[in-house]
């Protein structure tokens, strides 16, 4: 949530905003603005909406500049507007400032500043954090510079902040605290700051990734300068990106959540390429390997995560304990250090987060380690927050996904989290050679299943013509499918709006039966396993009260067929890998549902991509 942006070189810098905003779009936002500094006068654009909008209102004025600055808000503190959006002007109108994240002891700061005779125009954190840094330069003498690493050692936090002089046209100040930044240094002494790689990929691909309490100096061809708010000097380290500008774009697809359900077959396959070795029967996990007795020795397993991810958690429990015989136990990031958890040295705490910078599953991940419990991260982007804060871990490889609604992340994750089972029930010695050999030569055919599981789009469409006025919707799901039941039913709430839920379905009969009636869409995923006869059963409990059953049944399914009024086939595949399958028509389901319904299918409301505050 929250996208920020920033340049100063020599180009000019409002076209380099603009298409760096829009390349944050998917992170989620209510309104957008851009500061410009140009012969000496400040000049500010900021307005509440998308960042068409800010277009809009910027057009036939000035935007010239070498020097900018730009944001897209998710409100916090105050409600959207125009005066509320960023960037915020200190008192003096000198400094210019953009900021992810929030101030928690915004409060006393405003009350102390408001009596020092600060005026504030708007209802937010970040004006009084601009204040505070226009207070300290004005009261203690010292240059922006030190007055943002002073600042930053009164509030209490996360940030991610850029601070531009009105006086200095050849500087930006940047800092960070459990929010993600990165720094892009040209090849023509200039430099770019986002929240994440995608503004910059297009101009540089040597970054450093600021650390946590690091203040930044960017100077206009000149040297990088970086301090922590301790004053200690670090040496930045520049890495380069893996990226490919490509991948930011939509080709030719309507939707880039589409798109990135195309893409599962690629995605899927480059999680596991290198990881198996087909002819030897063996999974390689370099992050398990080199910590190869925590895993020996772990007692228990306990997951964090958030949204879609806890999801593919929730599978993952199913995996480690069926085939690595380790206890599991699955945690909301967001409610697990709040309920003082109990947390062992012999436990190995698995993170799970698309962006690697989801703030409650950072914040879980920071109290785990303090217990002593290792932490092993699975993440999708190189350098991010996760992956540097983790003990080991592994990255995803599913390539960026912008629509915020996540479909690639999650078969991407779950694809991982399988190896990961597999290389530890063979060095525990827990899976029989014959299931393991079966299980790696099913994981390699997956990707060709995907592609056939995707034929299935035109009866989808069909079916999501038939049920896109549903008020509401059930999903039902037995063993390694329940995980997916959630997961599909939070697709259809996320991008259509839809109320809907998910259910083992054998729990139906404790509460949600009462719901069905002849207008109840349920969608049911009732593949061949040992768990088929059950959910038939449960099948044959709706359609006794006149629901609509809607089902995911293996390929060649006669008996379902004869029930439910749509079928929808997916390959034959092991219960372990079914998850991976018969999600992908649940994916397409929900996207047809909300383009049919006209709703924003990439940037959905009020959500966000990367959920950066707690």
Known sequence: MCGIVGYIGEKDAYPILMKGLKRLEYRGYDSAGVALLHDGELNLYKCKGKVSDLENHVANQSTHGNIGIGHTRWATHGPPNDVNAHPHLSGDGKLAMIHNGIIENYAPLKEELTKRGHVFKSDTDTE???????????????????????????????YAIVVMDKNNPEQLIVAKKSSPLVIGIGSEGDFFVASDATPIIEYTKNVVYLE????????????????????????????????????????GYDYFMLKEIYEQPRSVRDCF???????????????????????MNAKRIIIVACGTSWHAGLVAEYLFEDLARIPVEVEYASEFRYRNPIINDDDIVIAISQSGETADTLAA????????????????????????????????????????????AFTAQVTVLTLMALAVAEKKGTIKQERLHRLIAEINSIPDKIELA???????????????????????????????????????????YIHAEG??????????????DEEMPVFVIATHGHSYEKVVSNIEEVKARKGKIIAIVTAGDTHVKKIADHVIEIPKSDDVLVPL?????????????????????DQPRNLAKSVTVE
């Not at 390429?273 to 029967?281: A, D, I, S, V």
């Not at 380690?369 to 080991?392: L, M, P, Q, W, Y």
């Not at 018969?582 to 049919?596: D, E, F, K, N, R």
């Open 212 to 251: 946590d309490e690091e203040v930044a100096m960017i100077n206009r061809n000149a040297d990088l300068k970086i301090v922590t708010i301790q004053n200690q000097e670090k040496t930045p380290y520049i890495q380069e990106l893996e990226m490919q500008l490509e991948a930011l774009e939509k080709g």
């Open 454 to 496: 995707l034929k299935s789009n035109d009866i989808v469409e069909t079916i999501a013509e038939i049920y896109k006025d549903a008020s509401n919707a059930l999903y039902l799901g037995r063993g390694y499918s329940f995980p997916v039941a959630l997961e599909g039913a939070l697709k259809l709430k996320e991008i259509s």
């Open 503 to 516: 259910y083992p379905a054998a729990e139906m009969k404790h509460g949600p039966i009462a719901l069905i």
């Open 273 to 295: 390429r290198g990881r198996m070795n087909l002819t030897k029967g063996m999974v390689r996990m370099s992050g398990i390997d080199t910590h190869e007795e925590k895993w």
């Open 365 to 408: 991940i920071k109290l785990a380690k303090e217990k002593g419990a290792h932490i092993f991260g699975v993440c999708n982007v190189v350098g991010s927050t996760i992956s540097r804060e983790t003990d080991s871990g592994s990255y995803t490889h599913a390539g960026p996904e912008i629509g915020v609604a996540s479909t690639k």
């Open 128 to 158: 009084v954090l601009t204040h505070l840094i226009e207070d300290i330069r004005n009261n203690a003498n010292v240059n922006l510079f030190e007055a943002v690493r002073i600042a930053l050692n009164e509030v209490v936090g996360a």
């Open 581 to 601: 399958l018969s999600v992908i028509p649940l994916q397409l389901l929900s996207y047809h549902i909300a383009v049919m319904r006209g709703c924003n299918v």
